[in-house]
């Protein structure tokens, strides 16, 4: 094994060892150029933690960009305790379905 390789090993830079219980991925349309844009979430690292009041306790809220034609998208999800998706928002875009990943390809 070679000093590459133990680091890549020792920082977890492995790409075989990624572990998608601790990953979101969405897919979002862009509605200008209706380019497909898959965003990924650490949901030990991109998830905002409600301390508050309000009904959600963990939140994605994003800017994103399309790579098309640079369309603002605004992104909010909101979970509760498990995980479970409560609410979304999305303007500028429009979330993609499994189906609708298959029949762009």
């Known amino acids: 094994m070679g000093l590459l390789s133990k680091l890549k090993e020792i920082f977890n830079l492995n790409n075989n060892r990624v572990n998608s219980n601790n990953i979101i991925e969405i897919a979002i349309g ?58 979304s928002r999305l303007i500028g875009g429009k979330f993609l379905s499994e189906e609708d990943k298959h029949r762009s390809n």
């Open 30 to 87: 862009c509605n200008k150029c209706e380019e497909e844009i898959n965003s990924v979430f650490r949901k030990n690292y991109d998830l905002q933690i409600n301390y508050g009041d309000e009904d959600w306790k963990y939140l994605i809220n994003k800017q994103l960009v399309c790579p098309g034609c640079y369309q603002s998208i605004k992104l909010r999800i909101e979970y509760d305790n498990n995980l479970n998706q409560i609410n």
